[in-house]
């Protein structure tokens, strides 16, 4: 499978996360240490963001671009292991307090939204319901990507990138590998 058809995969699925609003049950804000949160759940996942994200609700032409068929270049971030190492440190813990294992489906997803220089600007994490991360961990989590040095890579002079006011691109974690990072913690 070519790279372009894998990012474009991607996108798709970022926007299932979008759409994911349709699904909740229940919506609420929980305050962080300095940050308040909107915590919306649905069946069987939590799905947290910053109470001041806002380029969710922005449209980016990247994202209709993939829609109507065309082929995106390749977004990556530019150190995939400091990603892991920031999911190890703030996520993992709480992971393998769950007493069981999980599907192959159940997934830790991040949906990072960065500005046309790549720099991350927000961020939304969705996770199974049973896991219990306490609002303070998201938080740090949330914190330390986007004061790290991550940035999402592109070809800003992509005519899908071009006139974008954001770019996005999720990343997921089976559960189970997630879990096992905190095992060798």
């Known amino acids: 499978m070519n790279f372009s058809r894998i990012t474009t995969i991607c996108i798709l699925l970022l926007l299932a996360g979008f759409n994911i609003t349709a699904q909740l049950v229940s919506i609420e804000e929980v305050k962080g240490i300095d940050s308040t949160f909107i915590k919306g759940e649905s069946k069987y996942y939590f799905h947290i963001r910053n109470k001041n994200n806002v380029l969710r609700f922005v449209d ?3 994202i209709e671009y993939a829609q109507l068929g065309g082929q995106l270049p390749e977004i990556i ?3 995939k292991g400091e990603l892991d190492v920031y999911v190890r440190v703030f996520i993992a813990p709480f992971f393998k307090m769950a007493d069981r294992e999980f ?3 159940e997934m830790f997803s991040i949906d990072i939204y960065a500005d046309q220089n790549g ?3 927000e961020l939304e994490i969705n996770y199974p319901k049973d896991v219990d991360i306490p609002i303070a961990a998201i938080e740090q989590f949330e914190n330390a ?3 790290s040095n991550l940035r999402l890579v592109f070809d800003k002079t992509h005519k ?3 006139i974008s006011p954001w770019i996005g ?3 997921r974690y089976n559960s189970n590998t997630i879990k096992e990072m905190a095992n060798n913690h």
């Open 169 to 171: 691109r999720s990343f």
């Open 60 to 62: 980016s032409y990247f």
């Open 145 to 147: 990507i986007r004061t």
């Open 103 to 105: 599907s192959l489906n």
């Open 77 to 79: 971030i530019n150190n």
């Open 160 to 162: 899908a990138f071009a």
């Open 119 to 121: 720099n991350i600007k």
